[in-house]
């Protein structure tokens, strides 16, 4: 009965790779998030996507692609990885309506490791 | 453009202690703010929210907030804590404009036994 899952929780890899982490949601919610991580605690947005319409990307490098095959899923893959890229990166979901569009329900987190 | 202050880095109490955890925001018009709570190596849970209405906010694990539009602060308290209550906290803004939410950089609570 998991709500937002993601896969994998782990991932260890090295310079200049590509890499994809998936995220699923069974809440039936039309919104999806991506934020990193980083060393420090600090969370950032990086993506939301509206019924598989991206509606906010936070100046994130083009390394990075999300793509949202429905509005149940939200990938985002990684390309040519730097060392920078190593941080924690949580998927999130949340429903449409006044105020409900901010109650974020988050996934347990994906930690990447860039040797 | 918004923001969230958390001025504690890191916060030590007893077990049984009363809890305050500082949160400051910036933002023109009426925020919606929430706190979060990030156990170790889980995602973020929603502890409570505040929209509109009353300043006084109740939420899960027996914690509450106080919405202060004069101080722009949304602190988060628990008269007594209890040693599960060791976790990262974040308090975070958002607007229906923006779509988003802000975070602030978190306190770290630590329980002494």
């Known amino acids: 009965d998991t709500a937002v899952s993601q896969t994998p929780k782990y991932l260890v890899t090295q310079m200049g790779n590509d890499k994809s982490i998936k995220c699923e949601q069974n809440?039936?919610?039309?919104?999806m998030y991506w934020y990193k991580q980083d060393s420090k605690k600090f969370l950032k947005i990086m993506f939301s996507?509206?019924?598989?319409?991206?509606?906010i990307n936070e100046t994130v490098p083009n390394r990075f692609s999300p793509k949202s095959p429905d509005k149940a899923h939200l990938n985002l893959h990684i390309n040519s990885l730097e060392l920078g890229d190593s941080a924690v990166y949580f998927c999130?979901?949340?429903?449409?309506?006044?105020?409900?569009?901010?109650?974020?329900?988050f996934g347990p987190g994906t930690r990447l490791t860039v040797l | 453009a918004q923001s969230v202050t958390q001025p504690d880095i890191h916060i030590t109490v007893s077990e049984g202690a009363s809890l305050e955890l500082r949160c400051n925001y910036s933002?023109?018009?009426?925020?919606?703010l929430f706190w979060y709570v990030q156990s170790p190596g889980q995602g973020l849970q929603l502890l409570l929210k505040?929209?509109?209405?009353?300043?006084l906010v109740q939420g899960i694990k027996g914690f509450e907030a106080e919405f202060k539009r004069s101080q722009s602060s949304f602190n988060l308290r628990k008269p007594s804590v209890h040693w599960s209550d060791a976790a990262e906290y974040f308090c975070?803004?958002?607007?229906?404009?923006?779509?988003?939410?802000?975070f602030g950089q978190g306190t770290r609570l630590t329980i002494n036994p």
């Open positions: 999130a979901s949340s429903p449409l309506g006044a105020g409900g569009l901010f109650e974020q329900f």
């Open positions: 809440l039936g919610h039309d919104t």
């Open positions: 996507y509206n019924n598989k319409e991206l509606i």
């Open positions: 933002y023109g018009a009426t925020p919606y």
């Open positions: 505040y929209f509109s209405g009353d300043t």
């Open positions: 975070a803004v958002g607007s229906q404009g923006a779509q988003k939410l802000v």
